[in-house]
């Protein structure tokens, strides 16, 4: 009995030990390529009523509720939702520097609370545009965690993808 209970204890503090080591933070990042200058990309990121046509997220939840407030799009612009297969957050864009990046302030509440930024950058490529789309933020202890048997990237990087596709889609085509 004694010595499972120092097996067990050793074995605790071993994964202790081993989640302390995990870092602080995360980022998740996917890059792709659209044929559409800058300028046609951007407004479809810098605005939050934008984002029906091209957010994988938004099609999650057929009873997804929205609400807009604060300037119509860019710096100041702000989104909340609250569904049942997305959970309730919301974002609100802290930087947008015309054609080349929006920067994102991402609250999620439910069902965890987490604080993030999703940063989106465009730059110009002989008359298409490279976009980044990345988000990153602190990793506490549970998430560290989480971390060890769950992969932030397989999460979310795929929603990732999927969004930077119908992105294109639509920078591309305006469909």
Do not use: C
């Amino acid at each position: 009995m004694v010595i499972a209970l120092i097996v067990i204890a050793i074995t605790v503090v071993a994964l202790l030990i081993l989640i302390s080591t995990r870092p602080n933070s995360f980022r998740i990042e996917r890059t792709t390529r659209i044929a559409a200058p800058p300028d046609r990309v951007f407004p479809l990121i810098q605005d939050f009523h934008e984002w029906t046509k091209w957010s994988p997220w938004e099609k999650l939840d057929p009873d997804l509720k929205r609400t807009y407030s604060g300037a119509p799009a860019g710096v100041g612009a702000a989104y909340g939702w609250e569904g049942k297969n997305t959970g309730s957050g919301a974002m609100e864009i802290t930087q947008a520097t015309p054609a080349s990046r929006v920067l994102i302030k991402l609250d999620f509440i439910k069902p965890f609370e987490a604080h993030n930024t999703a940063d989106f950058t465009i730059t110009s490529d002989g008359g298409g545009s490279v976009v980044t789309w990345a988000m990153y933020g602190p990793q506490g202890f549970v998430n560290k965690a989480m971390s060890l048997v769950m992969s932030m990237d397989k999460m979310v990087g795929g929603q990732f993808d999927e969004g930077l596709a119908n992105l294109k889609r639509v920078s591309e085509t305006g469909a």
